[in-house]
């Protein structure tokens, strides 16, 4: 990529992409802004833990978003966050559909999500490995 602009792009798309986890992970489930997601947790593991494992739940996100920003493995990244969203959305759709805003959209979101962060992963160019 001779051309600063696709650099300048995919920088901006994997910085947005790192906020979008952070904002998820820390402002809905650690600060519990969006009570909406601890009630979808409470209905997979129970009401009495549902608080703390969202809490697990919202510092994983926010570990995503650094390794995102971090540029190290990039496609293993994608990866990761691929079977993130689909077992979420999956967890979601079966077991707490009633919490769930719109379905449909936020599939069709995700599969966008997921389409922005596989360019990245494949188009950033990773950290060099220290020898």
């Known amino acids: 990529m001779d051309d600063?602009?696709?650099r300048h792009l995919i920088t901006g798309l994997r910085?947005?992409?790192?906020v979008v986890w952070l904002v998820f992970g820390v402002v809905f489930k650690i600060f519990d802004l969006v009570p909406r997601h601890?009630?979808?947790?409470a209905t997979i593991v129970g009401d009495g833990i549902a608080r703390p494992v969202t809490m697990v739940i919202g510092a994983a996100e926010s570990l995503m978003a650094l390794w995102i920003l971090s540029r190290r493995?990039?496609?293993?990244?994608?990866?990761v966050q691929t079977v993130a969203i689909v077992a979420m959305n999956t967890l979601e759709l079966r077991l707490g559909k009633d919490h769930l805003l719109a379905p449909i959209p936020m599939l069709c979101a995700n599969a966008i999500f997921l389409a922005v962060g596989w360019y990245c992963?494949?188009?950033v160019q990773p950290v060099a490995r220290e020898p």
């Not at 601890?38 to 947790?41: D, G, K, P, W």
């Open 121 to 123: 992963a494949l188009n």
């Open 73 to 79: 493995r990039p496609r293993t990244c994608a990866a």
């Open 15 to 18: 910085i947005a992409t790192a």
């Open 38 to 41: 601890r009630a979808i947790v």
């Open 4 to 6: 600063p602009k696709p």
